[in-house]
């Protein structure tokens, strides 16, 4: 499995390596062929923290970006990551929480106002077709004066929407086969996993979920699982700091995945490689990375990477 951060990080994130450094640059300046994996935002949670950003991840494909996820900033992440924000196509939403939805219409915007001509299409849970026409009215003073000024095509007829409630092909062309499951996120329904088969590799991104079957079954025998990770002994001091802590436990313990379940899925799934992202509670620096992935290593003997912000795998 090959490790790099995306261009840009080589110089600040202090646990690369000289090697992985060199590894970084190559990816940037090498063929657009097969199938790459980055980890945009790696944080779960809604509340900003300059330890990690908000949940966001892009496969690039023979060159082509396909996001999964748009947490707050996954915009600024892209172009971190090198990629050119008009070259956006395709966008899978998991489900219709704020850290994984939060900037879907700015995405599309901020593409669009950097040159984005060609449509956008969006898959994933009810919500998205009144969220961007309400979005496109919030900003229509903004939209009405690019289009005037700077010469730029409408907006809203390049936003493309597909909703689903249940499992499905939601996507299939020459490069990639999408097929989305349903997990288990407790109130928040419906919510996805989605499975990305290309000619080189297969990804799974669990999304949001609890211990789930359907999850499983969707990821047998994958390249890549990116699953969320929840690390329950970190709970204990997250709910001395919030004044709804039995609601918000109860939540947090029905909603997500714990380490040691994690490895479990994993090695139910017959997967090559676990990848750990979507850290709850995912602002705490005193847990490290050992601590996050020791209670999997149990359940699952392959690889396994704990994922970090602009993390090429």
């Known amino acids: 499995m090959q490790l790099a951060l995306a261009a840009g990080g080589a110089a600040v994130l202090p646990w690369l390596t000289p090697a992985q450094a060199q590894t970084a640059a ?3 300046t090498t063929s657009d062929q097969g199938t790459r994996l980055i980890l945009l935002g790696t944080k779960g949670g809604p ?15 023979d060159g082509q970006p396909y996001v999964v996820d748009c947490g707050n900033g996954v915009a600024q992440q892209l172009v971190k990551a090198g990629i050119k924000l008009p070259q956006i196509r395709d966008i899978f939403l998991t489900h219709q929480h704020s850290d994984h939805n939060a900037d879907l219409g700015n995405l599309v915007l901020l593409a669009w ?3 984005l001509a060609t449509p956008v299409q969006m898959y994933g849970p009810p919500g998205m077709r009144r969220m961007m026409d309400d979005f496109v009215r919030m900003n229509a003073l903004d939209i009405a004066v690019r289009i005037k000024e700077e010469g730029r095509p409408p907006l809203r007829p390049l936003i493309k929407t597909h909703e689903f409630s249940g499992p499905r092909v939601v996507l299939e062309n020459d ?4 097929t989305a499951a349903l997990v288990d996120h407790y109130t928040l329904k419906p919510a996805f996993a989605y499975r990305f088969d290309s000619k080189d590799r297969s990804v799974v991104f669990s999304g949001d979920t609890a211990y789930n079957e359907n999850l499983i079954q969707l990821a047998k025998g994958a390249d890549v ?9 970190a709970l204990e001091k997250l709910m001395r700091t919030v004044d709804n802590a039995p609601t918000l436990l109860d939540h947090l313990v029905k909603s997500h995945t714990s380490s040691a379940q994690v490895g479990l899925v994993a090695a139910r799934a017959g997967v090559k490689t676990l990848v750990l992202s979507h850290f709850v509670p995912g602002g705490d ?10 209670e999997a290593r ?4 392959g690889e396994i990477i704990v994922g970090k912000d602009l993390m090429v795998i």
């Open 113 to 115: 106002a950097t040159g």
């Open 298 to 301: 149990k359940q699952f003997s």
């Open 285 to 294: 620096p005193a847990i490290t990375d050992d601590m996050w992935s020791a």
């Open 225 to 233: 699982l990116v699953h969320e990770v929840m690390y329950l002994p």
């Open 26 to 28: 190559a990816l940037t």
């Open 175 to 178: 490069q990639v086969k999408v």
């Open 47 to 61: 509340t900003p923290s300059a330890l990690r950003a908000a949940p966001a991840n892009v496969l690039l494909i």
